[in-house]
């Protein structure tokens, strides 16, 4: 048995009849280089049952401890049924885009079986082009981005060839064959409860100071002040671990309000050479030129919907804590750091650079910032309190007498930039599909893949109804970048810009 984190028991406790704690991804296939020249259900079952031994979370079952006592374990399924997990439909002629996406939206607005490993696969038929998709569901209490890619890696190959088959390690077989009972999962947590203070003590020295900089807590009324206080102490005692505060305060949109339980889902691709062209000629990064573009497709929405504020919007941008000696050990290991999205300045060039400029401070934020923060703060909250102050801190978020914590999430994951195949398919996109809360009703993450962008942007049905204006203005603020032909630098606002310092 292994115990969840405080973070991965986050995950679980933000789930309500409107939240979803699971994040995928849509893959498009041509199967044209596979055996047959298709790719079918019992192949695809066929792989992930082969592979199951090198994916041990693809048989993790949750076992929550009675009354909440403590956090809850994942146990081996001795049910595991794999043709309950991977399954398979198809799209009505003509098969578009938007059909695909509303299919995806309904799928991913169904909540996981937490009676079962919380995971499942969508083998969908009728694309055009004879090609396939797959749709996958997977619980963010699994996994992180870090993670979901060393899953990539188990079940993609580089060839369509596949891989020798591997045998299973000794220690990855189950050796529990019945369920875990109510009263010995209650006799865990009863022991696990002199654990909880002792958790609190240990966290409280990195955690208390920086409060206020985890901004889900930080919009509960006196939590920041209380983090600021006790980050003063602790300057005033000369600790160079308390960072100053960020002074960050989003404005609210529509899509920061209290969400449906339905979704719409839009996805689409850029050319990764297009971003490093401006990257190389504006001398900064593929992430500033991401969240600039980001924030070009967001702005043109505002101000379509006569909404543009007169300050940044803040973004949620997780970041990766895992150190290489936690590869392989899945759940959570992930900073929510804060970063502005400057929709507030017109000119593309001056955003860009603005951008640069903010992500290098959010960087340094990043390596000043104890990297269990996140989980140290949620130490501070009993388990059995864990979905009250989860529900607590998104609904004053949603709520108008309020700010939100976040406007919206950008996360920019890097892939590999050769093909991948699955039973011998050969990959054509990836497409992520991840969260949205009240408060926080969209969420645009993008995935490099040979030579491209992936772009997944998830929103709330009510508030963005056209959410797929956002990857058409994507497109068009990729186009007011890119550098014009015969010159080293583009001219804005009367004058030729500042040659920006790439940082990493």
């Known amino acids: ?19 979803y704690g699971h994040v995928g991804a849509l893959s498009i296939y041509d199967p044209s280089t596979a055996p047959g020249q298709e790719l079918t259900l019992p192949r695809l079952q066929s792989l992930i049952a082969e592979r ?53 939206a309904r799928i991913y607005a169904r909540p996981l079986d937490r009676s079962r490993p919380l995971w499942e696969l969508y ?18 209490a699994v996994i992180d981005g870090m993670s979901g890619a060393e899953i990539m890696g188990a079940l993609f190959d580089p060839t369509p ?22 009263l010995g999962m209650l006799a865990r947590g009863l022991l696990g409860l002199p654990r909880y203070p002792l958790r609190v003590l240990k966290s409280a020295p990195r955690a208390l100071p920086n409060l206020a900089e985890v901004q889900s807590f930080a919009a509960i009324p006196g939590v920041s002040t209380a983090g600021r206080l006790i980050g003063d102490l602790q300057r005033a005692l000369g600790r160079e671990t308390v960072v100053g505060r960020l002074d960050l305060t989003p404005p609210r949109t529509s899509f920061n309000g ?21 990257k190389n000629h504006y001398g900064c990064t593929v992430n500033d ?68 400029e903010s992500l290098v401070e959010m960087k340094e934020r990043h390596r000043a910032l104890p990297a269990e923060l996140l989980v140290d703060a949620n130490q ?28 919206l999430v950008i996360s920019n994951v890097p892939g590999p930039q050769f093909p991948l195949y699955m039973a011998g398919a050969r990959l054509e996109a990836h497409y992520p599909i991840s969260v949205i809360t009240d408060g926080m009703g969209l969420n645009i993450t993008v995935m490099s893949y040979c030579g491209h962008l992936d772009f997944g942007i998830v929103a709330d049905r009510e508030q963005m109804p056209d959410v797929w204006s956002l990857m058409h203005w994507l497109g068009e603020a990729l186009e007011e970048l890119r550098p014009p032909a015969h010159s080293t630098r583009r001219p804005h606002a009367g004058q030729k810009p500042a040659k920006m310092k790439a940082d990493g």
């Open 380 to 407: 501070f909250i009993p388990p059995a309190l864990f979905s009250r102050a989860a529900r607590l801190t998104f609904s004053l978020g949603a709520s108008r007498a309020s700010r939100p914590a976040w406007n």
């Open 52 to 104: 199951l031994p090198l994916v041990p979370p693809f048989r993790w079952r949750l076992a929550e401890v009675p009354l909440n006592l403590d956090y809850g374990y994942w146990v081996d399924d001795p049910d595991f049924d794999l043709e309950f997990h991977v399954r398979e439909i198809a799209l009505a002629p003509p098969g578009t885009d938007a059909q695909l996406a509303e299919q995806v």
């Open 161 to 182: 060839e596949g891989r020798d088959e591997e045998a299973p390690p000794p220690t990855t077989k189950a050796k529990a064959d019945t369920k875990p009972s109510d």
């Open 289 to 356: 030129v991401v969240v600039a573009i980001c924030a070009g497709a967001v702005r043109r929405w505002l101000t379509e919907h006569d909404e543009l504020p007169d300050e940044p919007l803040v973004a949620q941008v997780p970041v990766s804590v895992r150190r290489e000696h936690e590869q392989g050990t899945y759940g959570n290991r992930i900073l929510l750091m804060t970063a502005p999205v400057h929709t507030e300045i017109e000119d593309p060039v001056t955003r860009l650079q603005t951008t640069h």
């Open 258 to 278: 209290r969400v449906s339980a339905h979704r719409r889902f839009a996805f689409g691709r850029l050319s990764l050479e297009d971003v490093k062209a401006i």
């Open 1 to 19: 048995m292994r115990q969840l984190t405080a973070l991965d028991q986050q995950f679980l406790a933000l789930e309500d009849s409107r939240h």
């Open 123 to 140: 083998l969908i038929h009728g694309l055009p082009r004879n090609r396939v998709a797959v749709m996958s569901k997977i619980h963010h």
